[in-house]
């Protein structure tokens, strides 16, 4: 998995190159917009190979595939190698030191939120030494990059007050996005959906995919960026909303038109983000390159997995809360769950003998789908929390547009974009 992982980020590195290659000086910004939102095409891509093509060999088949894949990437770029560019010493000895404490900052905070939902935050006591280790780290490497004449990171740059705005939205809007890679297909999985059953819909999440990111390249324009920001935010937050009337007879076939919606707005906001901060950078030199990719890495990486640590913790919570509330309705006498119990152990009848048996059954299918309507009305709690969530941010980008329209400036925003 390490090995993927370090062939897909210098493989989307050089994906983004080569678009901004292919284009004249006055549009390479598009390429850049394409690159980005092709590289979302990935994940919907792989799940729609059909799974009987790798089921006989397993992994190996997978493995296969993938070498395929990079065999064929490595002869394109063999047969089309990027022109030459400039270059120039941009390293130093100490930059190793730093570059180590973030690495290992950033491992143990993915491996937390990662895991945290999964077994649980108050029941690990490792997930809060992880998250304790990371913060320390990053400390450590910010006094070392705060004291250096020459530092790797502009620490002065990504505190500013422009730049933790623009990290604060694509961090949010992020968070926002994990309303479908964990939460619309966990929603599904509760039905005992699987992959086969899915292809439609990712193939819909595709075209909404490629019609964002053709839609921001047609628009893209330097004082249109915060308005494609807010669209974005916009179109998940009315996704969200519809899916939080889901139940449990919502079916893949449900939700084509939001999850389509939500690809849509991961294009049409990861791109002009992108281009955000790329603008931001030059505008201040090559030299801040650095800071611009480790800062749009970690809102984009970090908060993705914050979203579904989130999202997740939030569901779960909440199911608990549903749960609950659900079992404090079922009272004991009540003939609605008498008839519901002996309903259950009929259709246990053909194959459990003992009338007593028959009937624990009957109530252990009952405190099934007990849980099961619990879990549907604890992921349309989350669903209305992302609906909200991207709904504030759409606001705060409309604050921030009337702001710098009319020129309004803050009092706590005095020598903060230095």
């Known amino acids: 998995m390490r090995e993927r992982g370090i062939c897909r980020g210098g493989l989307t590195t050089l994906s983004v190159y080569y678009m901004m290659q292919s284009l004249p000086q006055p549009i390479k910004p598009l390429g850049l917009v ?16 059909p799974i009987d093509l790798v089921a006989d060999g397993g992994w190996r088949t997978l493995a296969l595939t993938e070498l395929a894949i990079a065999l064929i990437a490595g002869g394109a770029i063999a047969l089309h190698p990027l022109p030459p560019s400039d270059r120039s010493k941009a390293f130093e000895p100490l930059d190793g030191l730093t570059l180590g404490l973030f690495l290992v900052a950033n491992l143990c905070l993915c491996i937390a939120l990662a895991t945290g939902r999964l077994l649980w935050w108050s029941d690990t006591p490792w997930l809060g030494i992880a998250i304790v280790t990371a913060l320390l780290l990053y400390s450590v490497g910010s006094a070392i990059e705060a004291n250096r004449r020459n530092p790797l990171l502009r620490l002065e740059w990504i505190g500013s007050w422009t730049i933790l705005r623009y990290a604060a939205i694509a961090l949010v809007v992020r968070l926002a996005l994990s309303e479908q890679t964990y939460g619309a297909f966990g929603f599904l999985g509760l039905a005992g959906l699987d992959n086969d059953q899915f292809h439609i819909l990712y193939a819909l999440i595709v075209v909404g995919l490629l019609l964002g990111t053709v839609a921001a390249a047609a628009s893209l324009a330097e004082q249109r960026l915060p308005y494609q920001v807010m669209v974005a935010a916009l179109v998940i937050a ?3 909303w519809i899916d939080s009337g889901s139940n449990n007879l919502t079916r893949p076939e449900n939700l084509y038109l939001t999850q389509s919606l939500i690809a849509f707005g991961t294009t049409l906001f990861i791109g002009p983000a992108l281009v955000y901060g790329s603008l931001q950078m030059l505008h201040r030199g090559p030299q801040y390159l650095v800071s611009h990719v480790v800062l749009f890495s970690m809102t984009q990486n970090i908060g993705g997995l914050a979203g ?3 999202f997740g913790t939030y569901q779960i919570a909440r199911t608990k809360v549903h749960a609950a509330a659900l079992a404090e309705g079922m009272m004991v006498g009540d003939p609605r769950i008498i008839e519901r119990i002996q309903n259950g152990a009929a259709t246990l009848s053909g194959h459990v003998g003992d009338p007593a048996l028959r009937s624990a059954e009957g109530a252990g299918l009952l405190g099934q789908a007990l849980t099961r309507e619990a879990a549907i009305l604890g992921f349309n ?3 209305t929390m992302v609906a909200l969530v991207a709904l504030s941010t759409a606001l705060f980008v409309a604050v921030v547009i009337l702001r710098i329209k009319f020129n309004i400036r803050l009092p706590f925003q005095y020598g903060a974009s230095r």
Not at 34 to 49: C, D, K, R, S, Y
Request: charged residues 5%; glycine residues 12%; hydrophobic residues 65%.
């Open 381 to 383: 709690d989350a669903f």
């Open 238 to 240: 009315v996704a969200a």
């Open 308 to 310: 579904s640590a989130l």
């Open 34 to 49: 394409a690159a980005i939102g092709f590289v979302q095409l990935g994940t919907p891509l792989g799940h729609l190979v």
